[in-house]
């Protein structure tokens, strides 16, 4: 599906719930309490109940209507040339900013093949932790100032059924929702952030190569302050072509969430693999970014 150019490792992350002990760094437990977990999951098992999810099928729609609402100002975005697709997209902050957006997607359609896959982690866990991200937010008194958050949820990332799973050129035969998005608003856009394999047991999340640095340097901050920082290490993984892509080649700083350690491409990509401890870190470090953010 994507470009693969470095082969990564993979070590474990042992936590609970929002306590995060993160005894593999040597790091004191530090309690971040703004992410619900526990609702990320059962947005992910929500998802997966819907069985496989290609884009464009009967199954993706009907999911697509349950997650909507489930933004803030969430609505259905249309994708050029593609009249079966639509991305949801939801918004946080002034009706008319004064600055570029920054934007935090993920993907919520399924391969189309193997038959049967359900993307627990390709896809689901990407999503819920989108959502959730957007619900702490909503709760949130943000200060003057602060950029808004535009949340999109890509439709399109997998090739169109029918073709195979190997593309010789995965950015035109994938990534429709993203370029779609990256192609009307990578100009009002300051920076984006892309979760796609980020809810796995063992997950570390070393800067995928293409990701931007300095966006990167500000994630693993925000990652230390709580107390997630042994998920981030400090190493370079693999260069990915993936939904952050086209904001990259728009000139947007993006940056790729992903554990490409993770067999996201079989059919073991099931709930089993997934640890709530996972989520949390990565929820609560974005929300940590986004809050902090000025």
């Given at each position: 599906?994507?470009?693969?150019?470095?082969?990564?490792?993979?070590?474990?992350?042992?936590?609970?719930?929002?306590?995060?002990?993160?005894?593999?760094?040597?790091?004191?437990?530090?309690?971040?309490?703004?992410?619900?977990?526990?609702?990320?999951?059962?947005?992910?098992?929500?998802?997966?109940?819907?069985?496989?999810?290609?884009?464009?099928?009967?199954?993706?729609r009907?999911?697509?209507?349950?997650?909507?609402?489930?933004?803030?100002?969430?609505?259905?975005?249309?994708?050029?040339?593609?009249?079966?697709?639509?991305n949801?997209?939801?918004?946080?902050?002034?009706?008319?900013?004064?600055?570029?957006?920054?934007?935090?997607?993920?993907?919520?359609?399924?391969?189309?093949?193997?038959?049967?896959?359900?993307?627990a982690?390709?896809?689901?866990?990407?999503?819920?932790?989108?959502?959730?991200?957007?619900?702490?937010?909503?709760?949130?008194?943000?200060?003057?100032?602060?950029?808004?958050?535009?949340?999109?949820?890509?439709?399109?990332?997998?090739?169109?059924?029918?073709?195979?799973?190997?593309?010789?050129?995965?950015?035109?035969?994938?990534?429709?929702?993203?370029?779609?998005?990256?192609?009307?608003?990578?100009?009002?856009?300051?920076?984006?952030?892309?979760?796609?394999?980020?809810?796995?047991?063992?997950?570390?999340?070393p800067?995928?190569?293409?990701?931007?640095?300095?966006?990167?340097?500000?994630?693993?901050?925000?990652?230390?302050?709580?107390?997630?920082?042994?998920?981030?290490?400090?190493?370079?993984?693999?260069?990915?072509?993936?939904?952050h892509?086209?904001?990259?080649?728009a000139?947007?700083?993006?940056?790729?969430?992903?554990?490409?350690?993770?067999?996201?491409?079989?059919?073991?990509?099931?709930?089993?693999?997934?640890?709530?401890?996972?989520?949390?870190a990565?929820?609560?470090?974005?929300?940590?970014?986004?809050?902090?953010?000025?």
């Open positions: 599906m994507r470009r693969l150019l470095v082969v990564l490792g993979v070590a474990a992350v042992a936590a609970g719930g929002v306590l995060l002990a993160l005894a593999s760094s040597g790091a004191a437990p530090v309690r971040a309490n703004r992410f619900d977990a526990p609702a990320a999951m059962k947005l992910i098992r929500l998802q997966v109940s819907f069985g496989q999810r290609p884009a464009g099928s009967p199954q993706l009907a999911l697509a209507v349950r997650l909507r609402p489930l933004l803030p100002h969430g609505r259905f975005a249309a994708i050029p040339g593609e009249p079966d697709l639509r949801i997209v939801g918004y946080i902050g002034p009706a008319h900013p004064r600055s570029p957006a920054i934007v935090l997607g993920a993907h919520y359609d399924t391969l189309a093949s193997p038959k049967g896959f359900v993307g982690n390709n896809g689901a866990a990407g999503t819920a932790i989108v959502i959730e991200v957007a619900r702490a937010l909503a709760r949130m008194h943000r200060p003057p100032g602060a950029p808004a958050v535009r949340f999109v949820l890509f439709d399109g990332e997998e090739p169109a059924q029918g073709l195979p799973e190997q593309q010789t050129d995965f950015y035109d035969a994938g990534l429709r929702g993203s370029r779609a998005d990256a192609a009307a608003h990578a100009a009002a856009t300051r920076a984006m952030l892309l979760l796609d394999y980020v809810a796995n047991k063992g997950l570390r999340l800067r995928e190569a293409s990701s931007n640095t300095a966006l990167w340097a500000k994630v693993r901050a925000a990652a230390r302050r709580v107390g997630a920082g042994a998920v981030f290490p400090d190493r370079v993984g693999p260069d990915i072509i993936d939904d892509t086209p904001f990259e080649r000139g947007v700083p993006a940056v790729d969430f992903i554990d490409w350690s993770y067999d996201g491409h079989s059919l073991s990509d099931g709930l089993d693999r997934l640890s709530p401890a996972a989520a949390d990565v929820g609560e470090t974005v929300v940590e970014l986004l809050r902090t953010w000025r």
